[in-house]
């Protein structure tokens, strides 16, 4: 599928392997906005980037009014508002918590656990301890459910997700070990879902 010229699309900047990334383009994939996808370098940000968004991380999203949308879940929510045609923005009192924790304290501990090079002094092990309490926490969530809040994926799953394939792919060996039954039949779903092998294309310049 081409992008048709005449038309003026949204713009993704976007980094393949980034899990804030993946989870803003599911959910312009799931909202169904054709975008158009820039992949960026992180050592060599385009210009382009750089001034809408100086903070310099991706996501960042231009839609064609001009505004720009430098967060992921500003960006998953801008998506779903335009489109939820599987109810993913129906929450929960547990939504909001888990998306904090995984982005604050369970990221902090993947980055100690999967880049020990970068924390001279830390202890990845720990690190690992540290968020094996966060999965802990969601295969309560999962022991009778297929998802974070029942039997349909949610946002929640959505955003949080990247993280834990992460956490799980930095030694495969240990994560299939461990007690997480739940956790592990969730991953797997949403890592062989068709949603997200999409959006885990490669070279795949545009969205839809
Ligand atoms: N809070 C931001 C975090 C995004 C973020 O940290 N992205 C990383 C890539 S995974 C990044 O761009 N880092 C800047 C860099 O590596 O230079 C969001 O949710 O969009």
Redesign the pocket.
Known sequence: MTIDSAQQYPVLYS?R?????M??RMALYQAGVQCEVVE?E??A?PTTMLALSPK????VLQLPSGEVL??????MRWALTQNDPAHWLSSSAITQSLIDEN?TDFKSNLDRYKYPQRFPGGNSLTARDQGFDFLCKLQAQLSGNDYLLGSQVSFVDIAIFPFIRQFANTDVQWFTAQDLPGVQRWLDSLVNSVLFKTVMEKNRSYLL
């Open positions: 980094f392997r980034c899990p804030y990334a989870r803003a960026v992180l050592k940000k310099g991380s991706v996501p430098d967060e992921s879940l500003d960006i982005d």
